[in-house]
């Protein structure tokens, strides 16, 4: 049973590239979370799915693309890199909402250059 | 929207010295569930505690106790005889009924155990 795992654990980039954070979870979780935390700030929501084929948007959306077409699978996409940012990312995973329980992956810290 | 304040970005203790961490929230929802997740120095975060906004008894767990005022709208953390392991950010969160997929997390304090 891995838990949350998220795919890779550092990234740099250049602005205006793009790429696809991974993650994925074994638990069976119907729900599924990006955060981003930066120094000062505390974690705060981009993105989240309650189950395959449904997402919505969290706090700070801007800039970040979602798609959930299984259960397991959540991956975050950055269209077009910009300094701003500059993160670390999380992916959680909880039994049906919020409102429960969230398991984190380990984290990627992304550098947009 | 619902809101996590915690006023207090970095404390320092020596071991054996009980610490509170204070958390205090904001939301119009009657309904809503109050967390505390740990992050050590590895980076992953860590549950700790649920609790909703009906029951606010407090709770013990080793040397981990919490209390929830919903008078105060606080929801305090307290470390009784302090570790060195318990050194780690420290973050309150809040998930309100209406948009129960929604979490607001306040923006932690850093808790430093000296030996």
């Known amino acids: 049973n891995a838990g949350v795992t998220q795919t890779p654990k550092f990234q740099v980039l250049k602005t205006g590239q793009s790429m696809t954070l991974q993650c994925a979870q074994d638990m069976n979780h119907e729900y599924m979370s990006w955060y981003r935390q930066d120094p000062g700030m505390g974690l705060r929501l981009i993105h989240y799915s309650v189950g395959a084929g449904i997402t919505d948007q969290g706090e700070v959306p801007n800039g970040y693309n979602v798609s959930r077409s299984t259960t397991e699978d959540f991956p975050l996409r950055l269209l077009s890199a910009a300094p701003s940012q500059t993160s670390v990312y999380f992916c959680?995973?909880?039994?049906?909402?919020?409102?429960?329980?969230?398991?984190f992956g380990p984290g990627t810290r992304l550098t947009v250059l | 929207a619902q809101k996590v304040t915690q006023a207090q970005t970095e404390i320092s203790v020596v071991e054996k010295e009980d610490v509170t961490l204070d958390c205090v929230y904001e939301?119009?929802?009657?309904?809503?569930?109050l967390f505390w997740y740990k992050q050590p120095p590895s980076g992953e975060l860590v549950f700790l505690i649920r609790r909703n906004s009906f029951d606010e008894q407090n709770e013990i767990s080793g040397r981990y106790s919490w209390n929830f005022q919903k008078s105060t709208s606080s929801f305090n953390f307290t470390i009784t005889a302090s570790q060195v392991v318990d050194s780690a950010v420290y973050f309150c969160a809040l998930s309100e009924a209406y948009n129960n997929n929604d979490m607001r997390f306040g923006a932690g304090t850093r808790l430093t155990v000296k030996p």
């Open positions: 939301t119009r929802d009657t309904t809503y569930y």
């Open positions: 959680a995973s909880s039994r049906e909402s919020s409102y429960n329980e969230q398991f």
